[in-house]
C-alpha cells in the first residue's frame, strides 16, 4: 500500500514523499522505485497554519483514495451464457427406475426375513411360509431383470435446445431421447435395431458385429442457424470416420423423416452423429 504524505513548509509550497506500507512488518518505508501498481494512495491534509515551523506538532488527516473497477466494460453476451445452461432432469419417472434392484431386494429382505422367522431367530413365525413363498420367486425375478439390464446413457440437454425440443423436434427423435435415458430389459445395447440395418451386421459390406458402435451419451443442442439438433456420441474402436461417413444417408433415412445426419469425429475413438431437425416453431410435425 503506497502513501502519499504532503507537508506545509513556510514558503506555502507543498512537499510530496510517496511511502510504500509493508504490510507485513506494519510500517512505512520510502521506495523510488516504486511502479504504483495495486497500491493504495494516502493523501495527507494539514490542519495547522501553512506558515507553522515544521518544528511545531501538527495533526494530520490521512485520506484512502480507491480506485474502483470499471464495471461499464462490455462482457459477453447474456443471451449466449443463458443458451449454454445445462439444464439437469431432476423430473421422477418410473423409467428411470431399476425394476431389477427393486425386485431383487424384495425378494431377498422377504427370504431373510422369512428365514429368520422359521428358525424363531425372529418374531412372526407365522408368517414366515408366505415370506419365503413371495420371496423366492420376487428374488429369482429381481435377478432376471438385473441380469437383462440395460442402464440409460447419461443426456446433456442446454437450456435452447430444452425449450425449443416440444416445437421443432420430430416425433422420432423424441423417441429416440426417451428410449435411451430409460432402464431396457433384453437388449444388448441401445438402439441395436437402429444400428443393425444401418451398419449391416455380418453382411455383405457391412462390419462384424463385434465392432459395432456403442451409443456412450446424448446431447441436445441448437445449432447456428436455430434448429434444434440430437447428437448421438458412439464409441467405436475397430471402426473409422469413414465407416460412418458413408452411412450418412442411411442414418438420414432411418431417424427421417424431416431431419438431416452429419458427422463428426471426436476424441478417445469417439464419433457424433448429428440429427438436425428440419422443422421450425411454426409448422407442425407430420
Given at each position: 500500500?503506497?502513501a ?7 514558503t ?18 520510502n ?26 506538532p501538527h ?6 483514495l ?27 419417472s ?10 431383487l ?5 422377504l427370504?431373510?426375513y ?9 418374531p412372526g ?6 415370506m ?19 442402464k440409460?446413457v447419461p ?16 416425433p422420432?427423435?423424441?423417441q ?5 435415458i430409460?432402464y431396457r430389459?433384453?437388449?444388448e445395447?441401445h438402439?441395436?435395431?437402429a ?6 451386421y ?12 456403442i451409443l ?21 474402436k ?10 450418412q ?8 423423416p424431416?431431419?438431416?445426419a452429419e458427422i ?12 438436425i ?10
Amino acid at each position: 500500500m503506497t502513501a502519499i504524505i504532503s507537508s506545509p513548509a513556510a514558503t506555502a509550497t507543498i512537499r510530496t514523499a510517496i511511502f510504500n506500507y509493508d504490510v507485513q512488518f506494519g510500517r512505512f518505508s520510502n521506495n523510488k522505485n516504486n511502479n504504483n501498481k495495486g497500491c493504495c494512495f494516502l493523501s495527507a491534509h494539514s490542519f495547522s497554519p501553512p506558515k507553522l515551523s515544521p518544528k511545531q506538532p501538527h495533526r494530520v488527516k490521512l485520506v484512502f483514495l480507491t480506485k474502483a473497477a470499471d464495471s461499464s466494460q462490455a462482457s459477453p453476451s447474456s443471451t449466449t451464457t443463458a443458451s449454454k445452461t445445462i439444464v439437469t432432469d431432476d423430473e421422477f419417472s418410473l423409467a428411470k427406475v431399476s425394476f431389477g434392484v427393486i425386485g431383487l431386494g424384495f425378494g431377498i429382505s422377504l427370504l431373510s426375513y422369512g428365514f429368520g422367522a422359521y428358525f424363531n431367530i425372529l418374531p412372526g413365525s407365522e408368517w414366515s411360509a408366505i415370506m419365503l413363498t413371495y420371496g423366492f420367486p420376487l428374488a429369482i425375478i429381481g435377478m432376471a431383470l438385473k441380469y437383462a439390464e440395460l442402464k440409460p446413457v447419461p443426456c446433456l440437454t442446454y437450456s435452447n435446445a430444452e425449450m425449443s425440443r416440444e416445437k421443432c423436434a420430430t416425433p422420432i427423435l423424441k423417441q429416440v431421447r426417451n428410449d435411451v435415458i430409460r432402464y431396457r430389459y433384453g437388449d444388448e445395447q441401445h438402439l441395436d435395431e437402429a444400428l443393425k440395418r444401418i451398419f449391416q451386421y455380418g453382411l455383405g459390406g457391412g462390419i462384424p458385429r463385434r465392432n459395432a458402435p456403442i451409443l456412450q451419451m446424448i446431447r441436445e443442442e441448437v445449432t447456428e442457424d436455430g434448429k434444434y439438433c440430437l447428437v448421438l456420441v458412439f464409441e467405436a474402436k475397430a471402426l473409422q470416420l469413414s465407416d460412418f461417413e458413408k452411412r450418412q444417408g442411411k442414418f438420414t433415412s432411418f431417424f427421417g423423416p424431416d431431419i438431416t445426419a452429419e458427422i463428426g469425429k471426436g476424441e478417445n475413438n469417439l464419433y457424433e452423429v448429428r440429427l438436425i431437425s428440419n422443422l421450425n416453431a411454426n409448422a407442425s410435425p407430420s
